[in-house]
């Protein structure tokens, strides 16, 4: 399995809601990622988990927040977000922090529109 | 100022021509990377290059790491309509292990 498998694919949330976004890889890589990308315009990092522990928090507010419960999954729980926070939620794995030199796997996104 | 500067940003031309996008920096990088995006998907690694002076090929595609490895280029020859996407480079790290940091990315556009 050489998969980043996301879910759901399209998402429109309220402004009041909660929701979660949900990535699964069993490639066995120990380093996944969140990344945030606006129309024609390159990946912007979120967080890093490395060995299921939040190893970096590119400064997300606190609506954003990511889970790891175990090293295949990665949870991005939402919460009262706005609607410039639409945008395509991008999952991603690397065999380990360290070997993201060699390039990342990512998923296929989440469209989220906020209303 | 960005990290690796990517250009050209936008590329529309005809199906058969030849391009290069480039991608420049001012660091020594000790790999960097080739994404291909497609509208509605995430990106796809299309090559890690190492060494400078490296040449990769991938079918049409042509990619070249500087011999002072701080910089890349991707060439293409005879594009086709499926070579139509979003092309990035990036590279690895500096001491946030696992970071990506990604150029502005180039939209090429290939008519039939």
């Known amino acids: 399995d050489t998969e980043v498998t996301q879910t759901p694919k399209h998402l429109v949330m309220g402004m009041t809601n909660k929701k979660s976004l949900k990535c699964e890889q069993h490639m066995g890589h120990r380093a996944m990622y969140w990344y945030k990308q606006k129309a024609k315009k390159p990946p912007e990092l979120m967080f890093v988990y490395s060995y299921e522990k939040l190893s970096i928090n590119e400064s997300v507010p606190s609506r954003f927040s990511p889970e790891c419960p175990n090293s295949s999954l990665l949870n991005l729980h939402l919460h009262a977000l706005q609607p410039e926070d639409s945008a395509l939620y991008l999952c991603?794995?690397?065999?380990?922090?360290?070997?993201?030199?060699?390039?990342?796997?990512f998923g296929s996104g989440t469209r989220l529109t906020v209303v | 100022t960005q990290l690796l500067e990517q250009s050209p940003q936008f590329l529309s031309i005809q199906e058969g021509e030849n391009l290069t996008v480039y991608c420049n920096s001012s660091?020594?990088?000790?790999?960097l990377q080739w994404y291909r995006q497609e509208p509605g998907e995430g990106p796809v690694l299309l090559v890690t290059?190492?060494?400078?002076?490296e040449v990769k090929k991938l079918k049409r595609l042509t990619f070249q790491f500087g011999d002072a490895r701080k910089d890349s280029s991707l060439h293409i020859t005879a594009a086709q309509p499926g070579d139509t996407g979003l092309y990035l480079c990036a590279v690895a790290g500096g001491t946030s292990y696992g970071k990506l940091t990604f150029g502005q990315g180039t939209i090429l556009t290939v008519h039939p």
């Open positions: 991603a794995s690397s065999p380990t922090p360290q070997g993201a030199w060699g390039g990342y796997t």
């Open positions: 660091s020594v990088f000790s790999s």
């Open positions: 290059v190492v060494t400078g002076g």
